[in-house]
Nanobody
Framework: EVQLVESGGGLVQAGGSLRLSCAAS????????IGWFRQAPGKEREGVSC????????YYKESVKGRFTISSDNAKNTVYLEMNNLKPEDTAIYYC?????????WGQGTQVTVSS
């Protein structure tokens, strides 16, 4: 069964840091790109960052460049999102996702709350 499981969310003050993890199973991890998305209350889900596990190439949403770092550990089938200098506007549920075969797989999400 294809599965993505996020962890690492929590409550942090502005300027603080968190590291999210996305553990993958049920598919050949290195063959796929995995993305992080977030959805704030009352807003649409948006893409935050993405990594292509085959070559390590990355993408970042403009507003997180220089603050967030995505990485992957192919031996652990896990993608990480290191988030530094967090801002209240980063508050959202964070999801990881991958397009596997003909469908998009989502994790259950992890809540990140940044207090001012």
């Amino acid at each position: 069964e294809v599965q993505l499981v996020e962890s690492g969310g929590g409550l942090v003050q502005a300027g603080g840091s968190l590291r999210l993890s996305c553990a993958a199973s049920g598919f050949t991890f290195v063959d796929y790109a995995i993305g992080w998305f977030r959805q704030a209350p009352g807003k649409e889900r948006e893409g935050v960052s993405c990594i292509k596990n085959s070559d390590g190439s990355t993408y970042y949403k403009e507003s997180v460049k220089g603050r967030f770092t995505i990485s992957s550990d192919n031996a652990k089938n896990t993608v990480y999102l290191e988030m530094n200098n967090l801002k209240p506007e980063d508050t959202a549920i964070y999801y990881c996702s991958a397009d596997i075969s003909t469908r998009t797989v989502w994790g259950q999400g992890t809540q990140v709350t940044v207090s001012s």
